[in-house]
């Protein structure tokens, strides 16, 4: 029974440059959250989502920032046009429910902005 | 909002020494969980546990919803032990089940 899955694992992206960042819940998950680990900092909730639906987004910069997950395919985190301060990891999490299910966490995707 | 602190912020210990890692919150809480994040920076799910208490190996969690806090325990350190030890709550009035972070204990733990 496969866990979260996120890839790219790494990725360097230079200033201006777009990244997508992509999130496969647990089989039978239809919930999922991304959280972002700024350096030297906690995790800070950012997304939650439901299949074709955003529930949550009161953790998202207002700017540049967009989440999507579609009825077919994973979770997709998106920024456009990053800057250094976006460097960070982003982790994703999938639940079976809602409020007081346990989130189950993918490894995590590092970016680099240059 | 909801307040999650954590104490010690850091601890160094000698393999085989026991601990006890605390985490305090200000509201109701759903759901809390417990996790490891290694020096490789992967977040390893430790306990499920908004009540009551479990074991699992050398660890053991205890969470007492009335009184707002919950302890993990470590007992006979290893050097793999180390790293950061974060705890998370889903907020009682939430309905959506986002977990808030503590800012987590660094523990060293030394040969």
């Known amino acids: 029974n496969a866990g979260v899955m996120q890839n790219p694992r790494h990725l360097v992206r230079r200033r201006g440059q777009e990244a997508r960042l992509r999130c496969s819940p647990m089989?039978?998950?239809?919930?999922v959250y991304w959280y972002r680990q700024l350096p030297e900092e906690g995790l800070k909730f950012m997304v939650y989502l439901q299949k074709e639906n955003i529930i949550d987004e009161s953790g998202m910069p207002k700017e540049r920032f967009s989440a999507e997950f579609p009825k077919e395919g994973p979770s997709i985190l998106r920024i456009q046009q990053v800057v250094r301060g976006d460097s960070a990891a982003y982790f994703c999490?999938?639940?079976?429910?809602?409020?007081?299910?346990?989130?189950?966490f993918g490894p995590g995707t590092r970016l680099t902005v240059t | 909002g909801i307040q999650v602190e954590q104490s010690p912020p850091d601890l160094i210990l000698q393999e085989g020494a026991n601990s006890t890692l605390r985490c305090n919150f200000s509201?109701?809480?759903?759901?809390l969980q417990w996790f490891h994040q290694n020096p490789w920076g992967q977040l390893i799910n430790l306990f499920y546990?908004?009540?009551g208490t479990k074991q699992n190996g050398r660890l053991s969690a205890t969470t007492v919803a009335t009184e707002r806090y919950s302890l993990l325990y470590i007992s006979s350190s290893q050097t793999t032990d180390s790293g950061v030890y974060f705890c998370?709550?889903?907020?009682?009035?939430?309905?959506?089940?986002?977990?808030?972070f503590g800012q987590g204990t660094t523990l060293q733990v030394k040969p």
């Open positions: 998370a709550v889903d907020v009682g009035s939430s309905n959506t089940g986002k977990l808030i």
């Open positions: 546990i908004p009540s």
């Open positions: 509201d109701s809480v759903n759901n």
């Open positions: 999490a999938s639940s079976s429910g809602i409020a007081g299910y346990e989130q189950y």
């Open positions: 089989k039978g998950h239809s919930h």
